[in-house]
């Protein structure tokens, strides 16, 4: 980690923020994620547990999948399975993940690829290592993120984007101690390349020792920084903030990270996602694989499950679905 790296003094500049003018957010919380294991039996922590849905909304879930080192033959993945009513993010740090979806989507992603999926009316997918990391074992390290979709688009078609690492915009602080990857929304007004039917910004960022940022973030949005390695403060208090801890943030027109002068010597640096979208405010009914707005469509969309009607398997891919987007 991390997968893409840059010249920071190469880059462009976030813009200085002036705190006589600008309101930095105030933590509200930081809360640690509890670790478990998903599909076949890969670790995860859950980095959204025990918070409010409603200071989480427009998200729903997030796994941070690993950090793991895995001997030969002990890769694992995700059996096929159903989604309706959101759209997942599986960030890809190191490793590989190969996935495919019966509405046509498919692919492999690696070190800062992204693929974006939007279940939306419903579809089966898969999750998997490729055979040749299966066979050698090594290192697996990614995320997964769940944006809910307002009721007026549940029943979108579906849709499958695959975003290279090559496509994110890089991006660094004003002194060239943060560089920034966007992978979705705006930062500073450089877009990143993932298209999002629910209006949010995604951003890895790594903070070199010592480093401090505070970035502009857009009022209407929520705020929040999960660390995936490292550790420093978050807030103009500084509050303390380490690895596998979420921190969400009030309202405010900036958002404040610092990395300690001294990290470990595997974490060279402190590495987080920021992430923040505008919050649907409506109802949520959410259970297994379906995020909807009420039971009776939970009861719904199991009942098209079982009846088949959110696809078959295998698909068919490479005919370019209605509704997909494949950045290359």
Do not use: C
């Not at 999926?117 to 299966?134: D, K, Y």
């Not at 009914?285 to 009861?299: K, S």
């Amino acid at each position: 980690m991390p997968a893409v790296t840059a010249d920071t003094l190469t880059l462009p500049r976030t813009p200085t923020t002036d705190p006589a003018v600008d309101r930095d957010r105030p933590v509200v919380s930081v809360t640690t994620a509890p670790t478990g294991f998903e599909g076949e039996g890969f670790p995860v922590r859950r980095a959204f547990a025990g918070v409010d849905l409603r200071l989480l909304d427009p998200f729903i879930h997030m796994d941070q999948m690993g950090e793991v080192e895995y001997a030969p033959g002990e890769p694992k993945g995700t059996p096929w399975h159903p989604h309706r009513g959101f759209e997942t993010v599986t960030y890809m740090i190191d490793g590989e993940m190969a996935h495919s979806d019966s509405n046509g989507g498919g692919g492999l992603i690696t070190n800062g690829d992204t693929q974006w999926m939007t279940a939306g009316s419903g579809l089966l997918h898969i999750e998997t290592p490729p055979e040749a990391l299966v066979a050698s074992g090594g290192l697996f390290h990614g995320f997964q993120l769940w944006v809910n979709l307002p009721r007026s688009l549940k029943m979108t078609a579906p849709r499958y984007q695959d975003i290279r690492a090559s496509k994110v915009s890089l991006l660094s602080s004003p002194d060239g101690g943060t560089l920034l990857r966007v992978i979705a929304g705006e930062v500073a007004g450089h877009p990143g390349p993932g298209v999002t039917h629910t209006p949010i910004s995604l951003v890895h960022a790594t903070l070199f020792p010592g480093a401090s940022l505070t970035l502009p973030w857009q009022p209407d949005y929520n705020a929040l920084v999960y660390v995936m390695s490292g550790k420093g403060s978050v807030g103009a208090k500084g509050r303390p903030i380490h690895m596998g801890q979420l921190a969400v943030f009030g309202e405010g027109d900036t958002i404040t990270v610092a990395a300690d002068a001294a990290q470990e010597s595997r974490s060279p640096g402190m590495d987080i996602l920021i992430l923040g979208g505008k919050p649907i405010r409506e109802p949520v009914a959410a259970y297994g694989p379906f995020v909807m707005n009420t039971r009776a469509e939970l009861l719904q969309a199991y009942e098209d499950f079982q009846a088949g009607r959110l696809g078959s398997i295998p698909a068919v891919h490479g005919g370019g679905p209605q509704g997909e987007i494949v950045n290359p």
